[in-house]
Every structure is written in C-alpha cells, then in structure tokens.
C-alpha cells in the first residue's frame, strides 16, 4: 500500500507499507518537487497520482512505470484547489480528471494518452473547494467559497442546477455506491440523500471543533479529521460517535485516506465483517492521517475499538516527513499495481480464449455448394483433389447434366441449340488437335463454384501465340505510324 502526501514546501512524498511485514515504520519510496509553490490538492486512481499546485498547474505521474507524465497547465487562472478522478465501474484506471481553480473555474480532462482538456466551465465566482463525480460517471458536484452548490450533466456539459447554501462548504464527497453525498461546512458534516428532491439532511454530525477533512468507509461509516488533532469514526444512520482518538495528532489533520483493498483476502474479510452481526459497523484496518506537524500516521481503527479502554491508541506506523502537510491520498504500491496489471492482461487473454471457442461452436458448418455459405478448407481441398484427378486423364463417363432453362422446366425439353461440338464427337476431335483420334474424350467437369474449367496445355500455348503475334502486329504498326515520309535526310 502507497500514501502520497503533498506539502506547503512543493515537495510530493510517498511512502509504502508492507502489510506482511507489519512493521512500524514506513519506507519511502519517493520524494519529488511537485511544483513551485505548495500543494493543494491531490487525487489517485489506478496507476495515476496527480496533483495540482499554487501556480496552476497539475502533475501527473505514472505510479506503475515508475515515469514523470509531466504538467498540465489548468485552463483557469490561479491555484489548483480541487482534483478527482473518475473510475468507470468495473475497470482500474480511470478514465476522466476534474479539476477546480482559484478563479472558479471547473475543468475535465480525458485520462491517457494526451491528456486533453475535452471541457471547461466558468462554474463558480470564486475559488472552487470541493468537486465530487458519481460513480455512474453522468453527475458531477462542485461547492465554491461563493457558498453555491451546483449540479453538472457531465453528458450534456452543462449545469442543471444552482443553490445557495446556509454557509459557505468546504469539501464534498459521494458515498462508494453514489446514494448519498457529505458536504462539509466548518464543524458541521450533513448528509444528503441523491434521490430525495428536497433539501433535508438523512443525518447530521456536528462536532466540537472545525473539520477539515473526511472519508468514507462503506456506506454507513465516516471518517473524519479536525483542526485540534483528533480522529473521529461516525455512524451515519444512527446519527453517533463510533471511536474516538483526541490526540491522534499534536496539530490539525489535514488529511484523512482509507486504504483501498488490494488482495481477495482483504475484500473476504471485509465481507464477512460487514456480515457479521456484531461488527455491523466495521471499522476500517488502515488509515492514514497526515498532519500540518509533519507526521504521517496509520492507524487499524478495528483494532482500537476492539482494546477500548485499556492503553492509549498507538498508530500501525508513523514517520516523519519535516514538512507541513496539506492533503493524503491512498493508491496500490508499484509492485501492487504491476500484479494488477498482469492479473488484468491474463483475464482478458482468456476472455479473448472464450470468446474465440464460442464463435467457433455457433459458427454454422459451410455446405458444398450452398447459397449465402463459405466453403471450409478442407472442403477446398477435397473440391481441388478431385479436379486433379479429373484432369489427370481418369477414364470415367461424362455426367449427364441438365441444360434446361429455368423457364422450362419440362423434362426432356432442350433450352436451346447447344453451341460448340458434343462432348465425344468427331467434330470436337477435329476441333482439339491436341487429342489423337481415338482417344477417350475428357470427361466435362460439373459447374461447381470455386473450380476454374480445365484448360489443356496445347490450348494454353496457342493462346499465348496468338497474343504474342497480336502484340508483335501491334508493335509494327506503331513503328510505322513514327517512319518519316518522302526520302531521308542527306
């Protein structure tokens, strides 16, 4: 598992904890200068981890080949103050960036290749604080310091609708399965229903003190961070305080990240302690805050609650980074993500596999000679061997074929005089000098598609005679058409 967290000082840190060892520090895996002011916001998704700066512009890095992707510069004027990712269900890497500015402005870029701003929107007066993207990709939520919330029909590029709110927002955040959106305004965390047309909160969670960041862990759990250092988990449908850790930090939290899951041994047990009936509001086993004090702390909040009451709460890990940190994320480690990848590449080559053997059941079975069909190989090669063996002077009768029209259908009826000698008269012999008198007549192949009627190799030679002597009659003339007129020059 990787957390990147980014810093007032420019720089962008990474660090990486190894599950199976479960040791108590973490390792560093990089350390680069971002940008050439601090950094506000950050956002990870799959392999990509991008952050925007003080000067406008983002950095994107590829996590997995281990490449700087370089910047973008943001369309707007100002910070980078927001960023998020889109993830289409079902895939790892994503597909769209939005990204908000100091000057209001909200923008969308297609992830890969280019990287191209496909839209930007002059969405807000000023700076943006907070964009979140449902998870069906169609909706995306943006809160500005002008303290409006607007809605965006990312398919029709436009926005649908416009309110102003109690107070200025901070942070916005839909839930896993995009039923429910948290929208932040100093203590106060409210819970607002997708579905629902009017404005009322499902749940409200007021705390003591200014929140400054949040996550969700499944749907009925929440995380959150406060400017005096502590570390609160909630019950969103009960409206209550699961765990409490006042001192997780000696300064504010900045920012807050769950681990995503990276192996079937974490999503069972995940899954079975969501099922179980007492733990129905399980608690996440990695978190990562990072403070303005320059720390950087895990925490197995299961765990905590399960020792409640006994010794102080110890952090998984921490480590010390000497600057002040401004936000967190959480993404699958290099070698985590390079697996992925593979586990990725095999399925899709076997999907590939299956798709290819069911064409090959459903296909229907070509006929010799069927209407609308394609002739199989081996069809092919049978069709070829019998011609050769007709053309190699087999003595067999001639089949009888009917030559009726097909207006006349009588049997018996001819549709007309034949044209050419009788296969086996002396006329035919007479006109094949090829063929000495006597000899039995060659057999007349069936008209079956794909077979080209055999030619002797006598008719062959005196076809191409007869074109040589055309081209040489022709070349005469053209030399003629060019010899000067009336005698030749002294």
């Not at 939520?141 to 901070?170: C, H, M, N, Y």
């Not at 055999?454 to 002597?469: E, G, H, I, T, W």
């Amino acid at each position: 598992m990787l957390f990147a967290a980014g810093s007032y000082e420019r720089f962008l840190f990474g660090f990486e904890w190894d599950q199976e060892q479960a040791t108590s520090s973490l390792t560093k895996s990089f350390t680069h200068p971002a940008h050439k002011g601090a950094i506000r916001s950050i956002a990870a998704a799959g392999p990509f981890l991008a952050c925007g700066g003080s000067e406008d512009t983002i950095h994107i890095y590829n996590l997995r080949t281990n490449k700087d992707l370089g910047f973008l510069m943001a369309p707007g004027e100002g910070a980078v103050t927001a960023a998020v990712f889109h993830t289409p269900t079902g895939r790892s890497t994503p597909t769209h960036l939005l990204t908000g500015s100091a000057d209001g402005s909200l923008s969308i870029w297609g992830v890969g290749g280019e990287w191209t701003c496909l839209k930007t929107f002059k969405a807000h007066t000023k700076e943006v604080t907070g964009v979140a993207v449902h998870p069906s990709g169609r909706v995306a939520l943006s809160i500005s310091r002008d303290g409006t919330l607007r809605i965006w029909d990312l398919v029709k590029g436009r926005s649908t609708f416009a309110t102003k709110l109690p107070q200025a927002a901070e942070a916005i955040t839909f839930s896993p399965s995009g039923d429910v959106y948290a929208l932040l305004a100093g203590a106060v965390l409210s819970m607002h229903s997708v579905a629902a047309e009017s404005s009322t909160a499902l749940a409200t969670l007021s705390h003591e003190r200014r929140v400054l960041c949040h996550a969700f862990h499944g749907e009925d759990v929440l995380l959150t961070g406060c400017d005096d250092g502590s570390l609160h988990a909630w019950s969103i449908p009960d409206e209550a305080e699961i765990l409490t850790i006042p001192e997780a930090h000696g300064s504010r939290i900045r920012g807050l990240a769950v681990a995503p899951q990276s192996s079937a041994s974490d999503a069972s047990s995940s899954i079975q302690a969501s099922k179980s009936p007492s733990t129905a509001h399980a608690l996440p086993r990695l978190v990562g805050t990072a403070s303005s004090d320059g720390t950087l702390r895990l925490w197995n909040l299961e765990d905590i609650r399960a020792g409640a009451g006994g010794a102080a709460p110890q952090p998984l890990a921490e480590v010390d980074t000497r600057a002040r940190l401004t936000c967190l994320t959480a993404m699958l480690s290099p070698t985590e993500l390079a697996a992925q990848h593979a586990a990725e590449r095999e399925a899709m080559k076997a999907a590939a596999a299956l798709r290819k053997a069911k064409k090959r059941r459903t296909e229907p079975e070509a006929g010799e000679a069927g209407e609308g069909t394609r002739a199989t190989k081996a069809t092919k090669a049978r069709r070829t061997k019998e011609a050769e063996e007709l053309r190699g002077g087999a003595e067999a009768p001639a089949p009888q074929h009917d030559r009726t029209s097909k207006g006349n259908k009588e049997e018996g009826k001819s549709a007309g005089p034949r044209k050419g000698p009788r296969a086996g008269s002396e006329s035919e012999a007479a006109a094949r000098p090829d063929r000495r008198p006597g000899q039995a007549p060659r057999p007349v192949l069936p008209p079956r598609p794909g077979v080209v009627d055999f030619v002797s190799d006598a008719d062959l030679l005196a076809q191409r005679s007869k074109r040589q002597s055309m081209q040489a009659r022709v070349a005469r003339g053209r030399k003629a058409a060019h010899r000067p007129i009336g005698p030749a020059a002294p």
